[in-house]
Structures are given as C-alpha cells and as structure tokens.
C-alpha cells in the first residue's frame, strides 16, 4: 500500500504526517522508487503552510518510517513528537478514514478551490 504518490503539482512527493495531520510534500529529494517503503534524503522540512499549528516539522523518511528531528515543535507544547519514529500510514487509507469523518479534504481539491 502506498504512503507517498508524486504530487500532482510539484516537482516532488507527497506524505501523511501524522503528527501534524495533514500532507507534506518533498522537494527533488532523492528517492528509493519504493512507495511501500520510501526513503527520502536529505531531511525534509515541511513548508510553513504545510504545519497547521504551526511550528516546524522537520523529518527524515527512511523504509517506510518518519522520524522526527530533534528541532521539531510540530508535537505536544511545542515540542518534537512523541514517539518521534512511527510508521508513515497508508494514504489511501487515510483519505478514507478521514474523508468519512468529514475532517480532511484531500490535496487535489484544495489546490483547485
Ligand atoms: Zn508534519
């Protein structure tokens, strides 16, 4: 099951960040091909509008995995995530999840409202 997918604007990949609960994008990262298991590099530092609380989100990809860095506010009081290594979730299964909780509206139609 696929946890990042080319975006459909950008030069880059998208990612559920769960910490944040919302998408996160690459930029021309390099990439292992694997969207079973993705590994990014170097580190990837989510844009400003990508943070709904605000703060900085700051993360590496590796098989499959998100690691917070320590330089993360995204978390609890401003602080990195806990746990700060976690499994990236499927997209797909997100996108249900939350489409049918009304809570999330996926990148597409938000880059065409
Ligand atoms: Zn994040």
Redesign the pocket.
């Known amino acids: 099951m696929a946890k990042v997918r080319k975006q459909k604007f950008g030069p880059g990949y998208e990612f559920y960040?769960p910490?944040?609960g919302?998408l996160?994008a690459t930029g021309d990262h390099t990439f292992n091909g694997d969207v079973d298991a993705p590994t990014f590099a170097p580190s990837i530092m989510?844009a400003p509008g990508?943070?709904p609380r605000g703060g900085v989100?700051h993360?590496y990809i590796s098989s499959g995995r998100i690691i917070y860095a320590g330089d993360c506010t995204?978390g609890p009081n401003g602080n990195r995530p806990i746990p700060f290594d976690v499994e990236l979730p499927d997209l797909d299964e997100v996108e249900r999840t939350l489409s049918e909780s009304g809570q999330y509206t996926k990148a597409a139609e938000v880059q065409s409202a």
């Open positions: 960040c910490a944040c919302s996160h989510a990508q943070v989100c993360s995204n």
